[in-house]
């Protein structure tokens, strides 16, 4: 582990106090992803929980990244750190300091090897929407990673998805089922300003962004290619 049993004397607490406090972090990540459908989690309610009764400045960081290790060793998931990316419209320089600070977050990754993970792990009662987050970023992604919330609703429809269904048989409310997207931080909404009023555009946000499934976005995308060029062609 990154931390040994030395770094925490500083803070003036036990070993059973700093050992309380991982342990609380550890399972918020865990109830928390669970229940808000994997959605990040701040960095600010993380730093709440040590807070609360405890005031040395630096001890929510020492915390925060003891927790990371354990959940890589104890529970085989990589606490990632995510930083909100801003629409294409907007500019860093829109964003203080302490507004970067607060937009931190993190997401579980398991670490299993993908076929384990698919075997043992997944739900098949939720591997659907699974399928339609990689399809969704498939579509923004070929788009040039942002597309007008219309084309969107276009190419969805093209799949049977209408914006009216509620009752979807699989995904149920399909509204719902994007809107998710965007609060899980695949997708992100920008409003944009032009000669013929606003339009909405939903573009690729910091998770999509990360490098495996970007990945098998390219990958799923240059079979299908390879699969429907004619034999012989050049």
Request: hydrophobic share 35%; aromatic share 8%; net charge negative.
């Amino acid at each position: 582990m990154a931390n040994n049993a030395e770094d925490f004397s500083q803070f003036g607490i036990s070993k059973e106090e700093k050992d309380k406090l991982v342990g609380e972090v550890i399972r918020y990540m865990l109830f928390k992803t669970h229940h808000n459908s994997g959605c990040p989690i701040k960095r600010e309610e993380l730093t709440q929980l040590v807070t609360k009764n405890y005031h040395q400045r630096s001890l929510p960081t020492f915390v925060i990244n003891e927790a990371k290790d354990k959940l890589s060793v104890v529970f085989g998931y990589e606490m990632r750190e995510l930083k909100r990316s801003l629409p294409s419209s907007k500019t860093q320089t829109q964003l203080s300091q302490q507004s970067v600070a607060e937009a931190k977050s993190y997401v579980l990754i398991s670490q299993l090897p993908p076929d384990v993970y698919e075997k043992y792990v997944v739900d098949v009662n939720t591997a659907h929407l699974s399928g339609f987050t990689f399809v969704i970023i498939s579509i923004v992604y070929l788009a040039g990673g942002k597309i007008p919330e219309e084309s969107l609703w276009s190419q969805m429809r093209r799949m049977g998805l209408n914006e009216d269904d509620v009752s979807h048989p699989v995904l149920g409310n399909i509204k719902q089922a994007l809107e998710l997207l965007v609060q899980q931080r695949y997708l992100q909404k920008d409003k944009v300003s032009g000669p013929e009023g606003n339009t909405i555009f939903y573009e690729l946000a910091e998770r999509a962004s990360d490098g495996p499934i970007i990945d098998k976005v390219k990958e799923y995308i240059s079979q299908i290619v390879s699969d429907n060029v004619p034999v012989g062609a050049a």
